[in-house]
């Protein structure tokens, strides 16, 4: 749905009489933006993954910038360099084994605001990072959200809008009406989604798997229900 789409939209599903100061042009283009960023961020939205290959890791350098300023802070998640995939682990994690095994050349990564530390014993090579991009503003009529092939997330645009123009209304009732319709319509977009997308495991590969500080090796709890 385009933008003059979720504008007819919101006119027409919530009545509006568009000569009331509250439902004016200038007001309703700041609230369809704002309920476009609050969709647009209420779950992690395969829509808004982004793979940038614009960055080269040099062998005994550890910190680099985050490759697109576009990326969201902290949605890189997953990284090759060159052809070998890479493992994010917790920052904190990162420092201890760095402290611990200076010279090891695992192939790990971590992050802290944005900037990505990747162990510098590793091979030089381009760095391939898998993020999440920052949906831009919709400021033209043809412009188009990241639900534009899926029709619960535009309508779920559209109701978080009409919270806000009825809760600036003093309209309390209908605001809260349209706020929970709107989760739930994000909700039920995200469980389509997940079931879509939960035959990608691979039935071979651990689910959670973590780093072990003492040993320099991952482990899973499956396997190892005592450790902690």
Do not use: H
């Amino acid at each position: 749905m385009d933008y003059q789409s979720i504008i007819r939209n919101v006119v027409v599903r919530g009545g509006l009489d568009t000569t009331v100061a509250y439902f004016t042009d200038a007001n309703l283009e700041r609230d369809i933006n704002t309920a476009y960023q609050w969709a647009s961020s209420y779950k992690r939205w395969p829509m808004i993954e982004y793979m940038d290959k614009s960055g080269v890791f040099t062998n005994g350098t550890e910190e680099y910038a985050y490759p697109n300023t576009g990326f969201k802070t902290d949605s890189i998640r997953t990284m090759k360099i060159g052809d070998y995939l890479f493992k994010k682990i917790a920052f904190t994690d990162y420092l201890k084994w760095r402290e611990n095994f200076t010279s090891n050349d695992d192939r790990i990564f971590s992050d802290y605001r944005r900037t990505l530390y990747i162990n510098p014993n590793c091979v030089s090579g381009t760095i391939y990072a898998y993020g999440a991009l920052a949906p831009s503003s919709l400021s033209t009529s043809t412009a188009t959200t990241i639900f534009s092939t899926d029709v619960e997330g535009d309508d779920a645009i559209v109701d978080k809008t009409l919270e806000y123009c009825f809760q600036r209304s003093k309209q309390f009732e209908l605001s809260t009406q349209f706020k929970v319709s709107a989760i739930q319509k994000l909700e039920e977009l995200w469980k389509r989604l997940v079931d879509e997308q939960s035959g990608y495991q691979s039935k071979d590969r651990p689910m959670f798997d973590r780093i072990d500080i003492i040993n320099g090796d991952y482990y899973n709890d499956e396997n190892n229900p005592l450790r902690f």
